[in-house]
């Protein structure tokens, strides 16, 4: 195993070294090439990169290693200087010009003065604690869409006239910056979130949340790309639910750069999709008000009031009337079904609503003090055990973990933090999926004190051997971050999904929690209707098997989304092999 750790710890310490030479490779590329012309494509993004400069202060060498440095290299012309008319017509002409090149030059300096002032204000505010800014998803939206779209529009701005620090500066970072993907994640999270605690587009858009004490709004722009992250992934009901709060925002008088044309082509193409002909004609008919000249709006008009006219008579009902001009409200189409049969009960849940403990139930929860059935290291100092649901039975942990240990814990998996995978049943391979939303590490005991004291702490509680158990787990929610209902045992139809670990099926699950949640972050429990919320320093217990090896059915859980916060967790998965006699077979096969 130790042979195993040093192997790993190698690969990350070459690894460290090689980004850490690319990021060097990178700033000196930069700081040499200053001028025009030649683009490399890094990430899907664009840089202006001179090739005469590179001949003369760069040596083959060096350009190879900085290449290797770079996802690839693409070129493209660019030229941001009009050409001069013939300057011997007149001598006002080349006033004229030469007044509209001061104005153009004035209004991309107070283009870039308003950008920096708001950006000023928007910085400070993050930067004082930026996990309590990040808490609020619509700030952790901004801030994709800001780096990925925003900032290279203003790049666009500053290279009419280049300036070598700015773009310096961009060549360095914008290698991390997110992309296009980022920002689309971000935006779908808004929407899983605005559909599990119910929340309408526009207490969204005015940053109306539960628990939060500062709101951060959604401009007609940002609302309009929703409800075009939602259109470009057929997600008619979401781009409906948002083009409709654009519009709303664009009639209340809000400043846009989209124009409302746009938002109605959109919207009243969504409005179709969803089944509702009548509105999609008024909308169509007040865009052909805008803009008789729309490319489709005069076809799809006719289409459309040609369809609801066979509809109708094939109804034997008379033409009706355009719908009005009331706005569309949240509930005004059905949500549709999708893949997970218990959804409405999971998202009840999530939201408090279904929780199933009844006066009878809580009668039977206790607390009591633990000591590991009398195991020396808490004899002294007992565990606080609270009952949080009776059958089956999950019980709660008061003082798990403490502050200095979690921030530990924290420390170490940051850098390692990676998309979270799940184990295909078919094929028993670790892959992303969009039911779990989240990014984890995970951490050996003999990678620093703390982590052995966690795993130790865990087997002295639960009285089971943690040899056989998986690494601890470090899990972070970020935006909508969740994961979906799902058991954590392997079922009968997927019988190799440990089969590679050789350790059997996993007996017991232990989850610390190392964050409070301000709103959502729950785990629920759809099959008997329980929601255990998290709590900072405490961990929650409960067996995935009974006492025979068969699966407990009822243990099926879910992480809800993260609505406002940052959640934090890690957990232990304790498996069979080891257990035989700390936990033996009972008399029946659900014992």
Sequence with gaps: MKCAFRRRFLTRVCTWQRKNLCRSLTRAFAHTVKGVGLFYKLKGTKRSLSTSTMRKHLSLPALALVCCCFWGIQAEVYTSIGQMTDLIYTEKELVQSLKEYIQAEESKLAAVKSWANKLDVLTLASTSDPEVYLAHPVNAYKLMKRLNTEWSELESLVLQDPSDGFISNMTVHRQYFPDEEDEKGAAKALMRLQDTYKLDSESFSKGKLPGVHHNAILTVDDCYDMGKTAYNEADYYHAVLWMQQALRQMDAGE??????????????????????????????????????????????????????????????????????????????????????????????????????????????????????????????????????????????????????????????????????????????????????????????????PVIERVNQRIEDITGLTTQTAELLQIANYGVGGQYEPHFDFSRKDEPDAFKTLGTGNRVATFLNYMSDVEAGGATVFPDFGAAIYPKKGTAVFWYNLFRSGEGDYRTRHAACPVLVGCKWVSNKWIHERGQEFRRPCGLTEVD
């Excluded at 846009?256 to 969803?274: E, G, I, N, R």
């Excluded at 006219?309 to 109804?315: C, I, M, N, V, Y």
């Excluded at 408090?352 to 009844?358: A, H, P």
Aim: proline residues 5%.
């Design 255 to 448: 400043e846009h750069v989209v124009s409302k044309a746009d938002v109605l082509d959109y919207l009243s193409y969504s409005v179709y999709q969803m089944g509702d002909l009548p509105r999609a004609i008024e909308l169509t008919r007040r865009l052909v008000a805008i803009d008789s000249s729309h490319q489709r709006a005069g076809g799809n008009l006719r289409y459309f009031e040609k369809l609801l006219s066979k509809q109708l008579k094939e109804l034997n009902q008379e033409v009706q009337e355009p719908a009005t001009e009331e706005p569309i409200q949240l509930g005004t189409y059905k949500r549709p079904k999708d893949y997970l049969p218990e959804r409405e009960i999971y998202e009840g849940l999530c939201r408090g609503e279904g929780v199933k403990m009844t006066s009878a139930r809580r009668s039977r929860l206790y607390c009591r003090y633990h000591d590991g059935n009398r195991n020396p290291r808490l004899l002294l100092q007992p565990m606080k055990e609270e009952d949080e649901w009776d059958s089956p039975h999950i019980v709660r942990y008061l003082n798990a973990l403490s502050d200095s240990e979690i921030e530990k814990i924290k420390e170490l998996a940051k850098p390692r933090l990676a998309r979270a995978t799940v184990r295909d049943p078919k094929t028993g391979i670790l892959t992303t999926a969009n039911y779990r939303v989240s990014k984890s590490a995970w951490l050996e005991g003999e990678e620093d």
